[in-house]
Structures are given as C-alpha cells and as structure tokens.
C-alpha cells in the first residue's frame, strides 16, 4: 500500500504561482503523478516523474508552467504553477504507481494509489 498526502491548494489569481505537495509512505513507487478534475469534467493527466531516474513527462496543456519534482530525503514530489490560468481550476491529486511501466502508459489510464486531492482556484 502506498499512502499519499496533498498540501498547498487554495485560491490565486491568473497569472499567480501555487507549488503542490504530495508526501508519501507506505512501500515504494516507480512512478508519481498529478491529476487533475475540473467541475463536470473528467480526470486530465498533469505530470508525472519516475521516482528513481527524475526522468519527467507533461501533458501539453502545462508544458512550459508547471515543473514536478521530487526530493528523495522527504519522500514528497511537488508540482510547481506558474502562469496559472482560470482553467487550471481544479481539484489537484497525486497518484502513486509501483509497475514500472512508461509515463505515456500512466498518462492514459492512470496510476493504483491516490491521494483524497487539493483544491486550486485560479481566479481571472
């Protein structure tokens, strides 16, 4: 089992910077990720970082703004926003995965573990 924790959501305005959290326990991940759901919406992929290599992956929608990372010594990915847009409103989750499967294969269906999500409102 891997347990996942966000922190940092809340309200900024467009334009405006945010960096989420994700600290993680439980047994090890081969790769991390951040979703995200708007209102009526379905669940987007943002990013993604394998855990060993820092290799990373981007969805073209935040390519560019949004930077994910890790730092081993605290088991936490962060995922830095920059130039956030109004449509970046979302609910924010991180995803765990211990298969070591590629980042695209992650991209498009997802990732076992979960965290309960954090909210960013990106006010225009």
């Known amino acids: 089992q891997v347990q996942l924790v966000e922190s940092g959501g809340g309200l900024v305005q467009a334009g405006g910077s945010l960096r989420l959290s994700c600290a993680a326990s439980?047994?090890?991940?081969?790769?991390v990720g951040w979703f995200r759901q708007a209102p009526g919406k379905e669940r987007d992929f943002v990013a993604a970082?394998?855990?060993?290599?820092?290799?990373?992956y981007y969805a073209d929608s935040v390519k560019g703004r949004f930077t994910i990372s890790r730092d081993i010594a605290k088991n936490t990915v962060y995922l830095q926003m920059n130039s956030l847009k109004p449509e970046d409103t979302a609910d924010y989750y991180c995803?765990?995965?211990?298969?070591?499967?590629?980042?695209?294969?992650?991209?498009?269906?997802?990732?076992?573990?979960w965290g309960k999500g954090t909210l960013v409102t990106v006010s225009s």
């Open positions: 439980g047994r090890s991940s081969y790769a």
């Open positions: 970082i394998v855990w060993a290599s820092d290799y990373t």
């Open positions: 995803a765990a995965d211990p298969r070591a499967y590629s980042l695209t294969y992650f991209a498009h269906n997802g990732m076992n573990y």
